[in-house]
């Protein structure tokens, strides 16, 4: 973590995309210390935004996966995601700063360590321990999935945004936003509550929290659609609550999935404020 560099009082930002390619897992301010969310994902109460990993479990997630791979494994065959060469955005693709005529399905985790995004940006002549190595190309895909690959929800997809755009999925009375919100609470990458076909357990692993692959969700339900009494989910609290208690922001995230919504906490600031919708 990196405290008071990207703000100095508790600051959401509502282009989601500020700390894209920071070499922190999370950036805070030291008011946030004592918030209980930063520590357990499940306690959100207040203020937690979605963008805060799984800190706790962080260690373990990145221990595992570099004892699972090394440098020469294709970073896509890896997470499962190796044959979808059409799917990917020109950010996604680009953010990661392949050498000219690299294509993405070919990206080692050498490739990542030695790339100046996401990895250490070495020098020719300078060298770092295959461990190391290693070990900067894991963080690396994982902060790429954290924030540039699965907010724009078109290769993956977490669960409350995955329960957004289809509601029929919802384990519960459609109507109460009790059984929206429980989903909140499934960090742990475990067996999925829902499509299991689609669910990627490689991705869902580094990244500490259950994701599908979007182009396995099976296709909306005859006479099923997203109603407008349906709830959004609010990207500062982590929770779902009803539309007319929520306001909606654009923010900078690549694709069709752009704008999203928060509950505006008392006490936070609201990065640029012209985002926010009326």
């Known amino acids: 973590m990196v405290v008071n560099q990207a703000a100095k009082r508790s600051t959401f930002d509502l282009t989601l995309t500020k700390t894209n390619t920071y070499v922190a897992d999370a950036y805070i301010t030291d008011d946030e ?4 969310g930063l520590w357990d994902p499940a306690k959100t109460t207040g203020y937690r935004p979605w963008s805060w990993p799984d800190l706790c ?10 004892d699972t791979w090394d440098l020469s494994h294709p970073v896509c065959a890896a997470l499962g995601l190796e044959h979808l060469q059409e799917d990917w955005l020109l950010g996604q693709i680009e953010s990661l700063d392949m050498v000219e005529g690299q294509e993405l399905a070919n990206m080692t985790f050498e490739d990542v360590a030695l790339s100046p995004g996401f990895g250490l940006g070495l020098r020719p002549k300078e060298v770092a321990p295959d461990a190391t190595r290693l070990r900067v190309a894991v963080c690396g895909v ?25 509601p029929w999925l919802l384990n519960g009375d459609r109507q109460e936003i009790d059984a929206w919100n429980r989903v909140v609470g499934r960090w742990a990458p475990d067996e999925p509550p829902v499509l299991p076909e689609a669910f990627n357990r490689s991705a869902s692993q580094l990244l500490g929290r259950n994701v599908w692959n979007v182009r396995q969700v099976p296709p909306r339900p005859a006479g099923e659609r ?4 349906d709830p959004v989910f609010c990207e500062d609290t982590s929770l779902f609550v009803p539309m007319d208690s929520a306001r ?17 906490v008392n006490g936070v600031t609201y990065s640029p404020p012209t985002r926010l919708m009326r």
């Open 33 to 36: 210390f004592d918030n209980p």
């Open 57 to 66: 479990n962080l260690p373990a997630r990145i221990a595992e996966a570099v």
């Open 142 to 166: 994982r902060r790429w999935l954290e924030r540039v690959v699965v907010p724009a929800q078109n290769v993956l997809i977490d669960l409350p945004h995955l329960q957004q755009r289809n």
């Open 226 to 229: 997203v109603q407008p009494s």
């Open 248 to 264: 909606g922001f654009l923010s900078n995230v690549e694709g069709s999935q752009a704008r999203r919504y928060v509950s505006k």
